[in-house]
């Protein structure tokens, strides 16, 4: 026995429709995290609890039970980017 055999009323059709027409609606993308900078700021003649690992260091001893990703931090902090960031935590 099939276990297809029984047509469910969910809407369906019980066959296949030629599609006619379609409507398409752009919606505007939502701004998910805030822009990161285009350079990162150098950080190499600060002083040493000055220094963005400093800074995630103490970031991360906040909350140690939430799981950061690296955009998160790099947000947080508004003067990295991503590859800087990544290459940080690397």
Sequence with gaps: ?????TRHDD???DTSRTITGLDISVLEPRELHPQLPAISRD???TA?????RHRILGLL???????WRPRDI???FGDITMETMYRQLS
């Design 1 to 5: 026995m099939s276990r297809y055999s």
């Design 11 to 13: 809407g369906r059709p």
């Design 43 to 45: 950080d190499r003649n």
């Design 48 to 52: 040493l609890a000055d220094r963005r």
């Design 61 to 67: 001893e906040e909350d140690p039970t939430r799981l």
């Design 74 to 76: 790099a947000s947080h």
